[in-house]
């Protein structure tokens, strides 16, 4: 019986600048970085080193070719967050693209932009 999502697997065109996004202007950390010396690089990536769920930034093309029959769009990511206003105001300085604070019944939520356009959202839960 599955209890957890344990990972989610990102697919990015530039494993660098992806990294560089999450963990610069998001604020997560590296977890684990793998390189298997033939053109597979995986890197692990969460909130905290710590955290439950994490996410893998795996090279598109590199996947693709591996597995043509994968769909590698991206996932869609709902964040928590205990203070969306001050997350809000963070991103905005860090110059994350941010959509606008909206209510909704289940609590407030904004989506953003990673740094190749992929939007996800976060939410402050009532």
């Known amino acids: 019986m599955i209890n957890k999502v344990g990972q989610i697997m990102l697919y990015v065109n530039n494993q660098d600048e992806s990294l560089k996004f999450w963990t610069e202007k998001f604020g997560f950390s590296v977890i684990s970085e793998e390189d298997n010396g033939q053109g597979l690089r995986w890197i692990e990536i969460a909130p905290t080193k710590d955290a439950q769920t994490s996410i893998i930034l795996h090279n598109k093309e590199f996947i693709a070719k591996m597995q043509p029959e994968l769909n590698l769009a991206t996932p869609s990511?709902?964040?928590?967050?205990?203070?969306?206003?001050?997350?809000?105001?963070?991103?905005s300085e860090k110059n994350i693209k941010v959509?606008?604070?909206?209510?909704?019944?289940?609590?407030?939520?904004f989506n953003f932009a990673d740094n190749e356009e992929n939007y996800f959202a976060v939410m402050e839960k009532k």
Not at 79 to 88: A, K
Not at 99 to 109: I, K, Q
């Open 99 to 109: 959509g606008e604070l909206v209510n909704m019944p289940s609590g407030r939520v």
């Open 77 to 91: 990511l709902m964040f928590y967050s205990d203070n969306l206003d001050e997350l809000y105001k963070d991103f």
